[in-house]
């Protein structure tokens, strides 16, 4: 068994499906949840997702060999200062955060150093639904987990976090917090801030009744990232608020030149780009790398 | 029985659906098919979509009581000089151009005037597949159609193409040219665009087989557009330059705002944006208009 007593912070759809999935693996003995919602971690025992729960971060963690974060990335910072004095030197740490370079500075700055035992990771999965209700212990099947292990990661500690997520199913890799970041800025980042801007901007014209009436093709589609969760995608913009707008300033040159060539009317131009962007589509999107979410 | 004599120039999915629901629905005679591709125009013959066919327009419009014209906005120049003279007085032309400014010009500029027989329309239905094998008779129905008079256009023509539609199934409604023009490149021509350039510009960067492997969430979806056929969009963008490079630069401004916002991380601020438009997004499209596509 891999993990004795696992400590749960944020037992909700990526929590919830961890603890599911390595008690469906029998690499788990106890596991105890924390969180806000009291409802929603009395579920989660109904559930049988936790063994018990505890609503003060140092008492669940209290025994506990491993710890994950499954919280918005704004309520990290407070989480690590809650964990400080209350775990062992050698306690494993691991999180879910889609942001890892602001985890790593937030659990610097509540412990002063980063912990051998601290292992930032990424599960690339997930629902648009949330809570404990919404975990499954198969969320993670042949999903990529990224995981970014600090200066100060122990070898001890990031093959204990690699076997975990390989035992709920995950294809595990490797990667510098920095690569990490600008990666998600530029393929899940990015994409959000374009949904959601397009439906404010259309949504803050004058007809917009009629204009969201004849929304054609394939708006729908396109649009469905503007309905995820407000509050998890401010915590990330402001998270990733380097690597994002950096992004973001590079699509924006893109969008540029691509209006000024429509405005020129330049039909060869344009057709190079959608030809050349449809073959990539096709390519990755429908071909070899079709399983992940 | 509406049209005696139908002739449809451009048998593919948009061309040889209209001529498969006008056939259920009894409301044709005759249908006469023409096009550059002899192979797609035999199979519609084979297919019953159309009753014959013959590869010169002026040859293929002889005689018909209206001519549809299922073409790309590219072609739609030399398909109105082609019927010049060869049509009579009163025959009704429609088309199912994405644009309808270019069209008009087109039209006015081959024949010197514009018809009064003439009806430009734009039926807001498609799937990702092309050609006479594609179309089906089902294509239009609880569709929207537009259909933007000229100033020419007579009253006699433009109630009999809103009839023709609806014997298809589809909700008819009118719009001016100019309007249906600003409506289309927000709602359509913009997201394309931006899914386009979205893959091109990731396409582009230096590890982008890494990138499009942890591409994550919605980014399928998000990117199915920029599956579309470039040779249509090419001809949509020069097509409808004017709007679309208006709609592009308000939503550069947009963006620009969105990427100054982040990296204040001016959380509060990204909250409200993403609030309000996943409440527009949920409200407008998984609500009452759930059906057109």
Not at 72 to 91: K, N, S, V
Not at 109 to 128: D, M, N
Not at 240 to 266: F, H, P
Request: charge should be negative.
């Amino acid at each position: 068994m891999l993990i004795r007593r696992l400590a749960v912070i944020g037992v909700g759809l990526i929590g919830g499906s961890l603890a599911r999935a390595l008690r469906n693996a029998g690499e788990v003995g106890e596991i105890i949840g924390c969180g806000r919602n009291r409802d929603n971690l009395e579920r989660g025992v109904e559930l049988g997702v936790i063994d018990g729960f505890n609503q003060d971060i140092g008492a669940a963690v209290s025994g506990a060999d491993a710890v994950f974060l499954g919280i918005p990335l704004g309520a990290m910072g407070a989480a690590f200062r809650a964990l400080r004095g209350c775990i062992a030197e050698d306690t494993l740490i691991t999180d879910g955060g889609s942001a890892k370079g602001s985890v790593v500075a937030d659990c610097r700055s509540a412990f002063g150093f980063l912990p051998p035992g601290f292992v930032p990771g990424h599960p690339i999965a997930g629902t648009e639904r949330s809570g404990v209700e919404a975990s499954f212990a198969e969320l993670y099947q042949k999903r990529r987990v990224i995981l970014t292990p600090t200066e100060a990661t122990s070898d001890e500690a990031l093959d204990k976090v690699e076997r975990m997520w390989r035992a709920c199913g995950a294809e595990v890799t490797r990667m510098s917090i920095e690569h990490h970041d600008e990666v998600l800025a530029a393929t899940s980042h990015l994409p959000h801030m374009l949904a959601y801007s397009l439906v404010d901007a259309l949504a803050q014209m004058k007809e917009n009744d009629e204009i969201f009436r004849y929304a054609a093709g394939g708006f729908r589609d396109f649009t469905r990232i503007a309905s995820s969760n407000p509050v998890m995608w401010r915590d990330i913009c402001v998270a990733n608020r380097a690597a994002l707008g950096a992004a973001m300033d590079v699509y924006i040159a893109a969008m540029k030149d691509l209006a000024e060539t429509i405005r020129q009317g330049d039909g060869e131009r344009l057709l190079e780009v959608f030809s050349r962007a449809k073959a990539a589509r096709d390519r990755y999107i429908d071909g070899a790398l079709d399983s992940p979410e």
